[in-house]
């Protein structure tokens, strides 16, 4: 990651993610998956008080869950074309950044949320470049209560958001139901991290007799750079048929 843009990063998490930096676990619970913060919570702990798209667990595995988020999500995506998953993840968050930041019609400032999503769709070859679509999920709108169950925030709405000035930034919506194997690790992710659990992830379900999509993958940050500790990184894979 070149210095420039890693410190831009750095002090754009840190100014938006820097009120919850107390709200992660200090034991390694990273790991875990679907757990609440509190009985009331009304998002699972790494999501941190920020707003998250909802999904169901339709079920658990050794060391992963299958996940349901439903048709309809919204985010605001950028696709950045290249060799390096590190410097591409770094370009498209601060397009995305500089968006909610006021790069926008309205000029208006857009909340964070969480996770930060990277579809990552592999070039052929070992030095083709890949496509990685980073996203932030748009959030709901203010008047909502925030008190709405995880399990019901599908019911709530996300906000109109102006259009950027940035042709490189775009709204896009999930088509239909994702369904995706889900595995969370600890610890700051980067390129090797992410190759190698998404390998881990896919021998467990192989070992399950499941078979994975071998086209594409996700990974998901729920954590600024500046949370040492209790960090929780997720590598999303998805069925065969999907």
């Not at 309809?72 to 950028?78: A, D, Q």
């Not at 000029?107 to 070859?125: L, S, Y």
């Amino acid at each position: 990651m070149r210095a420039g843009v890693a410190s831009a990063v750095l002090v754009a998490w840190l100014a938006v993610l820097a009120p919850s930096l107390a709200l992660a676990p200090a034991d390694g619970a990273s790991a875990a998956l679907g757990a609440s913060e509190t009985a009331s919570s009304a998002s699972p702990w790494f999501c941190h008080g920020l707003d998250c798209p909802p999904f169901a667990v339709e079920r658990r595995g050794d060391g992963y869950e299958t996940r349901v988020y439903p048709a309809g999500l919204r985010w605001t995506s950028t696709t950045v074309t290249g060799v390096s998953y590190d410097d591409a993840v770094s370009t498209g968050f601060m397009r995305l950044f500089r968006y909610i930041s006021g790069a926008n019609e309205a000029e208006e400032k857009i909340p964070m949320t969480a996770p930060v999503r990277v579809a990552v769709a592999p070039g052929d070859g070992t030095f083709c470049d890949s496509n990685f679509t980073v996203s932030f999920f748009v959030p709901f709108q203010e008047e909502e209560a925030q008190d709405v169950p995880f399990e019901h925030t599908e019911s709530k709405t996300q906000r109109n958001l102006p259009k950027p000035t940035d042709p490189d930034v775009f709204e896009s919506a999930d088509a239909k139901e994702t369904r995706v194997f889900v595995g969370a690790f600890g610890g700051y992710a980067d390129a090797k991290a992410l190759r190698d659990e998404a390998a881990a992830l896919a021998s467990r379900l192989e070992q399950d007799g499941v078979e994975v999509a071998a086209s594409a993958y996700f990974y998901a940050g729920y954590d600024s750079p500046f949370r040492p500790i209790g960090r929780h990184n997720e590598v999303w894979l998805k069925p065969e048929e999907e």
